[in-house]
């Protein structure tokens, strides 16, 4: 990169992985493998809950949004991951690398939004049984979801214009494998005070409060199974949260993990690494935990692609 400000800045170098040049290959073939794993896992679970009626409840809509979203998170990283594991010169245009970070922050936003909105979920089906259907109605998920559509929006958009007018000068290489917005603003040469006062803030507040409101809502459910205490409500509630316990456990333990509680001798390349556990990872996995651990969903994939007359089983 030559000049002193981003009017001039046409591309960055994005240095990817700790890779040693003998396992190129074998690391190539691995995540390709994994991301054609998450995309098709994740088209499944969407074209089951679209084909079958059975699945056309709160829960499903709520999952099928957040398979669409752990496919799109998923697909505006390792594309281009892939491609530059294949150059000589892994570089990615100004524009391009600013469309990314907007679309990283859009779906990895949502899916924060997206597990708030099934812990909700949970919460009314196992504390308000009776009333359940009256709660979340149609009307209430549809907002639910178009709400988290829509914050989401804002946020992503926020951190890119902010960071589509700083200034680039110097050093053009990015230490990771996407257009990550920490590792964008190491190489900022202007002032960015208010960058980064918006990400401990409103970003902070982005990640935090879903998370706790998860909390919460757990909290609520572990407490009303409590004051009657049976093996039946045990079982119930395991079998019904179970598979979002493990989605939310994944996701936000590697975010904590990077973000929130790092240690002082991370390197960048563990950074990186762990930045691989819900970029990669957990999109790859969601999809075996929701099918793996239930039986509404092996059910769908009998009636749809076998044509078995299995009995949907409801499980709030």
């Not at 570089?91 to 899916?111: K, R, V």
Request: one cysteine or more; glycine letters at 4%; proline letters at 4%.
């Amino acid at each position: 990169m030559t000049g002193k400000n981003q009017s001039v800045t046409l591309e960055f170098l994005l240095l990817g992985l700790p890779i040693r040049p003998q396992q190129a290959d074998l690391l190539y073939a691995l995540f390709l493998a994994m991301y054609v794993t998450t995309v098709l896992g994740n088209l499944l679970i969407i074209i089951l809950i679209r084909l079958d009626s059975n699945l056309h409840t709160p829960m499903y809509l709520f999952l099928s949004n957040l398979s669409f979203s752990d496919l799109c998170f998923s697909s505006v990283t390792m594309p281009t991951f892939l491609h530059n594991m294949q150059r000589q010169v892994p570089s990615i245009p100004y524009a391009a690398c600013l469309t990314q970070m907007y679309f990283f922050l859009y779906f990895g936003d949502l899916e924060s939004f997206l597990l708030m909105a099934m812990a909700y979920d949970r919460y009314v089906a196992i504390c308000f049984p009776l009333h359940y259907t009256s709660i979340m109605s149609p009307r209430l998920c549809l907002s639910l979801v178009g709400l988290c559509w829509v914050l989401t929006t804002f946020h992503a958009m926020l951190h890119t214009l902010l960071m589509a007018r700083v200034r680039f000068c110097g050093n053009n290489v990015i230490s990771h494998f996407f257009c990550d917005l920490s590792a964008l603003l190491k190489l900022v040469c202007s002032d960015t005070r208010v960058n980064e006062l918006v990400i401990f803030t409103i970003g902070g507040l982005i990640v935090v409060m879903p998370f706790l409101l998860i909390i919460l809502s757990y909290a609520r459910i572990v407490s009303s199974i409590l004051k009657v205490p049976s093996a039946r409500g045990i079982h119930k509630a395991f079998s019904t949260c179970g598979s979002h316990v493990s989605v939310v456990s994944l996701f936000y333990g590697a975010i904590i993990g990077l973000y929130l509680c790092p240690s002082a001798d991370n390197s960048t390349a563990k950074e990186t690494v762990m930045a691989v556990m819900y970029t990669v990872v957990t999109p790859m996995l969601n999809p075996f935990i929701y099918s793996l651990r239930n039986r509404d969903m092996k059910g769908a994939l009998g009636r749809v692609f076998f044509k078995k007359k299995i009995p949907f089983c409801v499980r709030w």
